[in-house]
Nanobody
């Protein structure tokens, strides 16, 4: 199994950008999809973006489409979430996790992910 650790969170003003990183260790990265999720206080965990094992397919939630982008570099054992034009509603703890498979609706299936990291806080405020 894989172990994942998030980093890169912080505080930004609305309209700003952040890049979150997910460091991955363990065996089998090349066969695992990676997803980013977030959870705001008092709200349920929400799928943000996911990417297939090879990186040739990805999708993001409607709430972030056009502003967020997911990528991965299997050689460096890293996954990234690039967030542009951040809004106060994006404030949350962001987590990365791994899944044994990828499908178009994987963001609605957090129970299919494992090895959740400890999360990194993103705060968007003026």
């Amino acid at each position: 199994q894989l172990q994942l650790v998030e980093s890169g969170g912080g505080s930004v003003q609305p309209g700003g950008s952040l890049r979150l990183s997910c460091g991955i260790s363990g065996v089998g990265l090349e066969t695992q999809a990676i997803g980013w999720f977030r959870q705001a206080p008092g709200k349920e965990r929400e799928g943000v973006c996911a990417i297939s094992a090879s990186g040739d397919a990805s999708n993001c939630a409607d709430s972030v489409a056009g502003r967020f982008r997911i990528s991965r570099d299997n050689a460096l054992k890293m996954a990234y979430l690039l967030m542009d034009n951040l809004e106060p509603g994006d404030t949350a703890v962001y987590y990365c996790a791994a899944s044994n498979f990828y499908m178009s609706n994987i963001l609605f299936r957090p129970f299919d992910f494992y090895s959740w990291g400890q999360g990194t806080q993103v705060t968007v405020s003026s």
